[in-house]
Structure formats: C-alpha cells, structure tokens
C-alpha cells in the first residue's frame, strides 16, 4: 500500500498472488494450503487492514473459468479480488522489486493501480 510505504506504519494490505507457472492439476497441494493458510491468518491478525487481493498471471487455462466464476461470486467478494495479468510477469528475481531494486518503482506503481482502481 503506498500510504503504508509513505508513512512507514501498516495502513493497508495488499495482497499480490503470482500464479505464473502454477499447475492446475497435479500441482503441490503445499502450495494452494499455504495461500489459504497466509490468507485466514492476514484475516485474523488485522482484520480493519485487509484491502484487495491481486491474483497475477493466471495460467492460460485459468482465465476463462475465473471469467464463468466471478459471476456467480456476490458483489461484495468480487470487488476486493482482481484477476489481472501484467505485475512481476516479466520479474526473473524478487530483487528486482525489492527496495532499491531496479523495477521496484514500476511494480509499486502497478499494484497501486490494481488495488485502488476499478
């Protein structure tokens, strides 16, 4: 969260999950507990900080499901997640984002778009 950034206190979280090269089938069950797990545990220690969830890079055969799945989602859950190619799709090391690396303004910029946008 930029306020977060700017007053170096936790205003808000955002959540970014890169699923770029995630299997659908046959893939570590370890990988999707340790979502959920992250997810119900961000929930329970700062409930009032939880702001929108960013699933990044779908695999291709993802998309359109998620697109049929959305409709059937009530409002309310639809509008704190967003399903967006583009964010650390190209990122081949974390460094890259990390403070002082070189595409970390870049990717700051990108999440905040993502999660303030409509």
Excluded: H
């Excluded at 959305?70 to 081949?92: H, I, S, Y």
């Amino acid at each position: 969260d930029m306020r977060s950034l700017q007053t170096d206190s936790l205003i808000k979280i955002v959540t970014c999950n890169d699923l770029k090269g995630v299997k659908l089938v046959g893939g570590s069950k370890d990988f999707r507990a340790s979502l959920s797990a992250a997810s119900k545990k961000a929930n329970a220690l700062y409930p009032s900080l939880n702001g929108r969830t960013l699933m990044l890079n779908l695999p291709s055969l993802l998309g359109p499901l998620v697109s049929i799945f959305k409709l059937l989602l009530p409002k309310a859950v639809t509008k704190r997640l967003r399903f967006e190619n583009g964010p650390l799709k190209d990122v081949e090391d974390l460094r890259e984002i990390a403070d002082g690396g070189k595409g970390r303004d870049e990717f700051v910029d990108q999440v905040n778009a993502l999660a303030y946008g409509d």
